[in-house]
Structures are given as structure tokens and as C-alpha cells.
């Protein structure tokens, strides 16, 4: 899925469990590594969690994910790899964070709309607080869902792009949450953020970007 077959440190994952048995935790770590004693998703009976995070690969390729107790289904979505090397991709530059909230008028940032059932607005990332109009490939942004209306789940993607399969964040009714991933722009610089069911509010923090890389 366009990750080289070589010269790869790690990976930039969302993972997505869902139907757990019983109360469990996962952890992601190195194929043919030690299992660490952190997790990476803690869930309870029947949740469904996603998070976002990089993982280090082992020195065949893999990633292991480590089902502490009962059984669950679980999902690996790849969206990004690092460079081993340093001679390829792109620098990661760090922004002072730069905030766009649905129902918060302290931010100067422009307004995003209240998440609505079954649909995806675009947010304008490229250009915006610090984040180059042109010359960035990603952005690495903190997206926190609060008082959603009923259960559900966000998924973020390219803008212009289909809806992919995978969520980002899962919630139950009231809930609030927030996860940190890095995301490719897409149309124009923007960044489409679906909503499966019921609304909620939405805040977005861009904490920084991927920039083109040497030329």
C-alpha cells in the first residue's frame, strides 16, 4: 500500500477495535520485539475505540498487536511510514497550536461546522495558522468530539477522497474525546472530517506539518 519494502523506522497507524469480550487492552509493538507492558487502546465489554500513533517495525516489515484478555476484532489502518535512512520525505515542523472549534468564540480560527449524521465537512488546513497554502504534505492536528448526541464515529480523510472504511474516533453518547494523528491534505489543503451518526461539536488543533522534503 505504498510503504517501501526497506529502509522504514516505523509507521503512522490509526488502530480501530471493536466487540471486545471482556475487559481488555491491546499493545503494538516491533515484530520480533519484547512485548512492552504499556497499551496502545484500552477497551471494555463491547466498545469500540480508535487510536492514532506511530509504531516502530520490526527488521522484517511487521507490527505485532498483543490482545491482553477475551477476544476482539480489530483494525490497522496505514496512512503514513518514516524514512530509516533521513535522506527521503519530508521534516516535520511543529506549530504553536493553532485552534478551529464549532462552539468556542475565545479562538481566532475560522469557525467549523457542528458535526451532523451521516455527513463530512472539509476544513481548510493548507494555509491556515502557520501551515503552508503549498510545500506541505501532511499536517499533524489533535481532534477532540464533544457532546455528541448519540453513538458513533469520526473518520478523517483526504478531502476530495472517498470516505475510508476505518475510524478515527469512536464515542458514546455524551462522551469526550480526542486523538492526535498525522493526515495527508487533500482538495485545496483541506481535510474532511465524516461523522456516522447523531451530531457533535468538533475542535481541531493543528500542532504542525510534513513539508515537501529535499528537492
Known amino acids: 500500500a505504498g510503504v517501501p519494502s526497506s529502509g522504514v523506522a516505523g509507521v ?45 517495525v520490526g527488521i522484517d516489515g511487521t507490527i505485532s498487536v ?20 533521513g ?18 468564540d475565545r479562538t481566532s480560527g475560522a469557525p467549523a461546522a457542528k458535526l451532523q449524521s451521516g455527513r463530512s465537512i472539509d476544513i481548510v488546513l493548507g ?20 457532546r455528541p448526541s448519540s453513538r458513533s464515529h469520526l473518520t478523517v480523510y483526504p478531502a476530495g477522497g472517498p470516505v475510508p472504511d476505518t475510524s478515527n474516533l469512536n464515542w458514546g453518547v455524551g462522551e469526550t474525546l480526542t486523538t492526535t494523528f498525522v493526515l495527508p491534505l487533500g482538495r485545496n489543503g483541506a481535510v474532511s472530517f465524516y461523522n456516522a451518526g447523531g451530531t457533535a461539536d468538533l475542535a481541531v488543533e493543528v500542532r504542525g506539518y510534513i513539508d515537501a522534503g529535499p528537492v
Open 12 to 56: 503512522q497507524l490509526v488502530l480501530t477495535a471493536t466487540h471486545a469480550s471482556a475487559p481488555t487492552h491491546l499493545s503494538v509493538f516491533p515484530g520480533g520485539a519484547t512485548r512492552p507492558s504499556t497499551s496502545a487502546l484500552n477497551l471494555r465489554v463491547g466498545q469500540a475505540r480508535a487510536a492514532s500513533f506511530a509504531a516502530a
Open 66 to 85: 498483543f490482545n491482553n484478555s477475551g477476544s476482539v476484532t480489530y483494525l490497522v489502518d496505514v496512512v503514513g511510514w518514516w524514512s530509516s535512512t
Open 87 to 104: 535522506t527521503s520525505g519530508g521534516r516535520l515542523v511543529a506549530l504553536q497550536a493553532y485552534s478551529l472549534r464549532s462552539t468556542d
Open 127 to 146: 494555509g491556515v495558522g502557520g501551515v503552508p497554502g503549498r510545500g506541505a504534505r501532511a499536517v499533524v492536528v489533535s481532534v477532540t468530539v464533544s
